[in-house]
C-alpha cells in the first residue's frame, strides 16, 4: 500500500482487526475521493512539481476512523471473552505438564494449578489466560528448544536448562516479552493499551483519589488451593468449608484449640503442605505413590485431623513455603486474639544478653549450648 498507492496507515499495532478494517476503507475509498479521509504529506517539496510525492496518512484523527478501530476493539473483546468463557466451562481439556509430563484430563485449571503448586512456575489466574492450549504449545516449543522461559537464554541440554531455571528462580514467563500478551484478557481491554499501561492508569487513579471513599469497593478473589487436594476456592470461608467438609480438617478449629498465632499457623500450613507434596503421612509417617493414594490412606484411617506434636511443625524451617505465591498463607488470621492466646499459653518473654562484654558472651553464650546441640542432632 506504500509503494503502489501511497497510502500510510498509522499505528498498524492498535488495529484489533486489520482485514475488516481494510475492508472497510476499501469500500468508503471507492465512494468518495482518498483526500477525504487522509491527510496529504509532500515530500520532496523543494524539489521540481513533477519530481514531488504525494503520500496519503490515514489515522485516528479522523473521527470515522477513530469510530472503525474502537468498534473493531468492542468486537474483538466480545469475541475474546466468549473464547474465555467456553475454555473455562470445557471440561475436556487434555494437558501434559512441562515439567514432570504427568498427563491431565479435565478442565484446564487442573493442569495449571499443578504447576503452580509442584512446580512453582505460575503464569497467572486460569480466569486471566486466553487462548490457553496455544500458550501452552508457546511455551513447551520454547522448553523444546533448549530456552530459558524467562532469560530467554538457550542452553546445551535439558539438564542443564533445569538447573538454570531452578536455580535463578526463572521458573516464570518473561513479562516484557510482548508475544504472550495475545493469551491475556487484560490485553484486550482497551484500545491500544498493554497491560502495563492499564496497571501504571489504576495505580495514578490511586494516588490522585483524595478522599477515602471505599463505597465501591470489591474483594478480589483470592483462589487459595486446599492443603490436601487441587481444588481452588474464591475466598477462604469457602475453602474452610471444603476442608471441613470434604476431608475433616478444621483449621480455624485447631487454631483456637492450640492457640496458635500468626506464625505458629504459618509454620502448621508449610508442615502440612510440605509433608503432601512429598506423599507422606504426618499421622503415621509412611511414604506413599502418588497423592491420590496418601490422600486415599489419611482419610479411611482418619489422619488428615491425627496432627504431631508440636514440636514436630513448631520449627523455624517451616517459615518458609513449600509453595511459591501461597494465597493460603496471605489469608490466615493475624488480630489481637493471636496474642492473647500467646499470653494464655505462657510464652516466655525474651531478655536479649548483655553485649557490652563479647569475649565473655561468647563463652557464655546460650547459642553455644543450641550449637552443640544442632551438630549432634545432625
Known amino acids: ?29 471507492t465512494e468518495q475521493p482518498v483526500t477525504d479521509f487522509c491527510s496529504v504529506i509532500r515530500i520532496n517539496s523543494t524539489a521540481p512539481f513533477e519530481e514531488q510525492d504525494n503520500y496519503f496518512l490515514l489515522c485516528d484523527v479522523l473521527p470515522e476512523d477513530r469510530v472503525l478501530r474502537e468498534e473493531l476493539q468492542k468486537q474483538r473483546l466480545k469475541e475474546i471473552l466468549e473464547q474465555q468463557q467456553q475454555e473455562r466451562n470445557d471440561n475436556n481439556f487434555h494437558g501434559i505438564c512441562m515439567f514432570c509430563s504427568e498427563e491431565f484430563l479435565g478442565n484446564r485449571s487442573v493442569l495449571l494449578n499443578h504447576m503452580a503448586r509442584e512446580h512453582a512456575f505460575n503464569i497467572g489466574l486460569p480466569d486471566n489466560i486466553v487462548n490457553c492450549n496455544e500458550f501452552l504449545c508457546t511455551l513447551q516449543k520454547k522448553l523444546d528448544n533448549l530456552q530459558c522461559l524467562y532469560c530467554e537464554k538457550t542452553f546445551r541440554d535439558k539438564n542443564t536448562l533445569k538447573d538454570h531455571m531452578r536455580k535463578k528462580q526463572h521458573r516464570k514467563i518473561n513479562p516484557k516479552n510482548r ?28 494516588l490522585d483519589h483524595q478522599e477515602d471513599d471505599w463505597s465501591d469497593w470489591e474483594e478480589h478473589p483470592v483462589s487459595a488451593v486446599c492443603l490436601f487436594c487441587e481444588k481452588q476456592a474464591e475466598t477462604i470461608e469457602k475453602l474452610y468449608v471444603h476442608m471441613e467438609d470434604a476431608h475433616e480438617f478444621d483449621l480455624l478449629k485447631i487454631k483456637s484449640e492450640l492457640g496458635l498465632n500468626f ?3 504459618v509454620k502448621l500450613v508449610n508442615f502440612i503442605r510440605r509433608q503432601i507434596h512429598q ?10 505413590k502418588s497423592k491420590a493414594d496418601l490422600r486415599t490412606h489419611m482419610e479411611e484411617a482418619k489422619h488428615i485431623s491425627l496432627l504431631p506434636e ?3 511443625w513448631d520449627q523455624p524451617e517451616y ?5 511459591e505465591n501461597d494465597t493460603l498463607l496471605c489469608t490466615l488470621s493475624d488480630s489481637e486474639s493471636d496474642l492473647t492466646a500467646q499470653e494464655q499459653n505462657g510464652t516466655v518473654t525474651v531478655i536479649s544478653e548483655d553485649t557490652s562484654k563479647l569475649h565473655a558472651l561468647k563463652q557464655s553464650s546460650i547459642l553455644n549450648q543450641l550449637l552443640l546441640h544442632e551438630c549432634l542432632k545432625n
Open 1 to 29: 500500500m506504500i509503494i503502489e498507492h501511497k497510502i500510510v496507515i498509522a499505528d498498524v499495532k492498535l488495529v484489533a482487526d486489520f482485514q475488516r478494517y481494510i475492508l472497510y476503507w476499501r469500500k468508503r475509498f
Open 179 to 206: 508475544e504472550y500478551d495475545r493469551f491475556y484478557v487484560i490485553n484486550y481491554l482497551e484500545l491500544g493499551k498493554s497491560w502495563e499501561e492499564v496497571q501504571l492508569e489504576d495505580d495514578r487513579e490511586l
Open 263 to 265: 506464625y505458629q499457623q
Open 279 to 288: 506423599c507422606r503421612c504426618y499421622g503415621c509417617h509412611v511414604k506413599f
Open 310 to 312: 508440636r514440636k514436630t
Open 319 to 323: 517459615y518458609f513455603p513449600t509453595y
